[in-house]
């Protein structure tokens, strides 16, 4: 009695405060007021790197599971003394089958800085207004994270037990090089903690048009390796009165031309022929047609030329180097001697760092400019299998939520932490359920948003899945 008196006085203020923000009122289910007020705690949980707290962030987390009946021997929280703003959580719903191996429900607490002058409202307050919710970590990934944790709530206190146990595993350092990464300590010292047979994670996701109608959802299946390469150049300086060409900052300048100017090798592996193959086929357009083109011939120049003029796609097909940084010179009277960059690349599974270097160096044809690999080393990385058993009910259960949406394998271009489980034999994809429109939904950029139609679907569209590959274990 007292849960649902709750819950009506959670509806009415989630309804005035809607209609206080100039959005109109809407009807939610008791379950829906709950997830709202955990997504709003969780967004407004600053978990930035330079003054939030993952830690924080992790213990309300497992406050909601222990409150709703997981034992202390069902959660396991972790960190490390030199990070411990940078910890996370572990929490298993225990399967009945002896035979089937867990699945992982995988979730990064951290979020890209924001600050308050940039934004139109305050990052950190969950505002709902006209359709969206706003926040920083209201798209990535929080609404999953919050997804993942009301889920397993429901699940406890409904006393669902599923067939295939279902872990769930909360971490920080994502988003930022320098922080402590949960899933990459998990992956190497608590292997055991995460075992699975594949994690659900973020990189998927649909697309809708600008009438909110869903179009497509995606399933990430593999994503490019970061790899961090320094250029540089030397040179024996002088005076700057009396310049001459041997000049580093110039010979640096010629080599960040040639990276700009060098295209990688196309190449394909089965997910990205796959993309091509079912998002070309609906589309009629000259950019369909050379989608469906480039998936039966890789070597169709005439599909790549047109495929390239599209950034996404072209990024989709190779390996990419960018110069993302930019330093020289030690004096404003002096020739310089020293200038350097430091240069991006994005490398296609199964590419290593020694190929992608031997590359750009012939590119550049310079003996005199250096390019140095930086840590982390990244080693190959191959995509999950297009795995029946987990693509399939991705796509029985889309054709529910989403009729006449296709599911479709994609390949990212960026990076998430399935980086660090792939590698131990985890294999994992980027869900499909939740959308954006045509705008984008301002991830790592100003004002981030997420529709919250696409928010309340997408959770009951995750749900679902997660029952029906649970207990098909």
């Not at 404003?332 to 490398?347: D, F, H, K, T, V």
């Not at 997420?450 to 309340?456: C, D, E, L």
């Not at 679907?457 to 649970?470: C, E, N, S, W």
């Amino acid at each position: 009695m007292h849960r649902k008196f709750l819950a009506a006085a959670l509806a009415l203020g989630v309804a005035h405060s809607a209609m206080a923000q100039g959005a109109p009122p809407t009807e939610l289910r008791p379950d829906q007021v709950r997830f709202r007020a955990l997504y709003k705690e969780l967004v407004e949980t600053n978990t930035s790197l330079s003054v939030g707290s993952c830690t924080e962030a992790a213990a309300k987390m497992g406050a909601h599971l222990t409150a709703a009946g997981f034992p202390d021997s069902d959660i396991t929280y972790f960190s490390v003394p030199d990070h411990p703003k940078e910890g996370g959580v572990v929490a298993i719903l225990h399967g009945t089958s002896k035979t089937a191996k867990p699945m992982l429900l995988l979730g990064h607490l951290d979020v890209v800085e924001a600050k308050r002058a940039d934004w139109t409202r305050d990052p950190f307050t969950f505002i709902e207004e006209n359709g969206y919710f706003y926040g920083r970590g209201t798209s990535d990934m929080k609404v999953i994270d919050a997804t993942w944790v009301d889920m397993l709530v429901r699940f406890k206190e409904s006393k669902y037990v599923p067939k295939r146990t279902i872990k769930l595993a909360l971490t920080c350092g994502e988003e930022t090089l320098e922080a402590f990464n949960g899933a990459s300590y998990l992956a190497t010292h608590k292997r055991d903690l995460i075992d699975a047979e594949f994690a659900l994670n973020e990189g998927g996701g649909g697309r809708a048009d600008k009438d909110g109608a869903v179009q497509s959802q995606g399933v990430q299946v593999g994503e490019k390796v970061v790899q961090q390469f320094r250029m540089e150049t030397t040179n024996a300086g002088g005076h700057s009165s009396v310049p001459i060409k041997d000049n580093a900052i110039y010979q640096l300048a010629q080599g960040l031309l040639k990276v700009r100017d060098y295209d990688f090798p196309l190449q394909l592996n089965d997910v990205t022929r796959a993309f091509f193959a079912k998002a070309g086929a609906g589309r009629t357009d000259e950019m369909g047609k050379a989608m469906v083109a480039i998936s039966k011939d890789p070597n169709d120049k005439a599909a790549e030329a047109v495929l390239n003029k599209d950034r996404g796609f072209h990024s989709m097909l190779r390996t990419t180097c960018v110069a993302t940084l930019l330093d020289g010179g030690h004096a404003e009277n002096a020739l310089p001697q020293r200038a350097g960059a430091n240069i991006n690349c994005r490398m296609f599974p199964g590419s290593s760092m020694e190929d992608t270097k031997a590359k750009l160096e012939a590119a550049i044809g310079d003996p005199g400019v250096k390019l140095i690999p930086l840590q982390p080393i990244r080693g190959k990385s191959n995509p999950a299998p297009l795995d029946p058993k987990v693509i399939g009910p991705m796509e029985k259960v889309a054709a529910k939520y989403y009729p006449g949406a296709p599911v479709i394998p994609t390949m990212s271009t960026g990076a998430s932490d399935a980086l660090y489980l792939i590698p131990v034999g985890i294999p994992t994809y980027g869900v499909p359920g939740f959308y954006s429109g045509p705008e984008g939904s301002g991830a790592h950029g100003l004002n981030e948003h997420s529709s919250v139609k696409s928010v309340y679907l997408g959770r009951d569209y995750l749900t679902d899945l997660v029952k029906t590959l649970a207990d098909e274990g």
